[in-house]
């Protein structure tokens, strides 16, 4: 007797979609039904009057906060001052520059986490060795032409991510050798990689800031003119690099001694063993603390208004102070904290992609 299979049925509607994906998650029992009615209920409450103050009953359109007549957000106050936000006091006429080093770095990152795409050692090379030197160029000026800006014009945005982004590449190679160092079986190799950590994780962002705009320069030659952002980066790198170090250390303990042993038995000399068999695992282990660390760092940018250097927060408070748009600083304040949201929400989503495509099979992923 010959085997007619039947053709495979549909699945039920109720379980496709948006109704398949409520029924699942929300109403899946009475208890979880009766708890999504009420949260919803809350969370309609308590989020409408936000919904109605900063979209129905919002201004977009003006130029000055005559033009904000209704009680709801006036966004003409943001739209107005976006260009401050963006780029601080840099000359309106040279914005480009910045604008132009910008989308080189977007595109080089792109390049770097897109994946299949050709010669990523060619363009990491690049965007490590060259594209700073392109960058600082472009950012400071003083060659082939372009008008020299001073660093204290820099500010907004731009000067929130030159922070960021310097001191994640710095401090991750730092961390890492702070972390060899403090796991070497060399004494005092050991002891000065442990007193460095442990001190500079002791005490505060802000204070490493003002120790490095007033004690930093002392070290110097009177003559010489040592740049405020410069002491800044200093810092915040130095700072950074001890907390890197204990999430390298972390990802370090996480490899089982078979490993260590292996890689001695194939006659493996130590910087060849860490570089072609731990590191490898190790940083595999690290993504969730090592981008955790830059998200903190990210935030941790806004601290630089204490050695007087203007980033997106400490714009958005002088823009707010400004005679003609006082009474707006709660716009300011929403918009600075959603664009660090983004930043920190991609760096986030970004690491769990990362994370299932290395296959580090660790835990519950979002």
Same mark, same amino acid.
């Given at each position: ?49 936000? $919904? ?25 106050? @943001? ?28 595109? =080089? ?5 897109? +994946?299949?795409? +050709? ?10 060795? $060259?594209? +700073?030197? $392109? ?14 800006? *001073? ?21 991750? +190679?730092?961390? @890492?050798? =702070? ?49 405020? =952002? ?24 996480? $490899? ?7 890689? *001695? ?34 935030? *941790? ?10 980033? =997106? ?45 290395? /296959?580090?099979? /660790?835990?519950?992923?979002?």
């Amino acid at each position: 007797m010959k085997y007619d299979p039947q053709p495979t049925l549909p699945a039920p509607p109720g379980t496709l979609g948006v109704v398949g994906w409520m029924r699942k998650h929300l109403f899946n029992g009475p208890f979880n039904s009766i708890a999504t009615v009420v949260l919803a209920y809350f969370i309609i409450i308590f989020m409408w009057p936000v $919904i109605d103050w900063a979209i129905l009953s919002a201004d977009w359109i003006g130029t000055t906060r005559n033009d904000c007549t209704s009680d709801g957000a006036c966004w003409v106050f @943001i739209s107005q001052r976006l260009n401050q936000f963006l780029y601080g006091f840099y000359p309106e006429a040279e914005t480009w520059r910045l604008d132009l080093a910008f989308i080189m770095m977007a595109a =080089l990152i792109a390049w770097l986490i897109i +994946p299949k795409t +050709p010669f990523k050692g060619w363009v990491a090379a690049f965007t490590l060795l $060259i594209f +700073p030197f $392109i960058a600082f160029v472009l950012l400071s000026g003083g060659y082939f032409g372009l008008e020299s800006v *001073d660093t204290h014009k820099w500010g907004g945005l731009s000067l929130t991510l030159v922070l960021a982004v310097v001191g994640i590449v710095a401090a991750l +190679p730092f961390g @890492i050798l =702070l972390a060899l160092g403090r796991r070497s079986h060399m004494p005092i190799v050991r002891s000065l990689s442990v007193v460095y950590i442990e001190i500079w994780r002791g005490v505060p962002l802000i204070t490493v800031l003002f120790m490095a705009s007033v004690m930093l320069p002392l070290f110097f030659p009177e003559d010489m003119n040592f740049d405020k =952002l410069l002491r800044a980066l200093i810092g915040i790198t130095m700072f950074q690099s001890a907390y890197m170090a204990e999430v390298v250390r972390g990802g370090l303990q996480a $490899i089982s001694k078979g490993q260590y042993e292996a890689a *001695d038995s194939l006659g493996l000399g130590y910087w060849q063993k860490m570089n072609m068999i731990i590191l490898p695992q190790a940083l595999k282990l690290m993504i969730p603390g090592i981008v955790n660390t830059f998200i903190a760092l990210f935030k *941790d940018t806004s601290l630089v208004l204490i050695i007087g250097l203007f980033d =997106l927060l400490a714009i958005m408070q002088a823009s707010a102070n400004d005679p003609n748009w006082i009474g707006f600083s709660t716009e300011g304040y929403v918009f600075v904290a959603l664009v660090f949201w983004v930043f920190c929400f991609g760096m986030s989503r970004y690491s769990i992609h990362l994370e299932k495509r290395l /296959h580090t099979g /660790h835990g519950n992923r979002a």
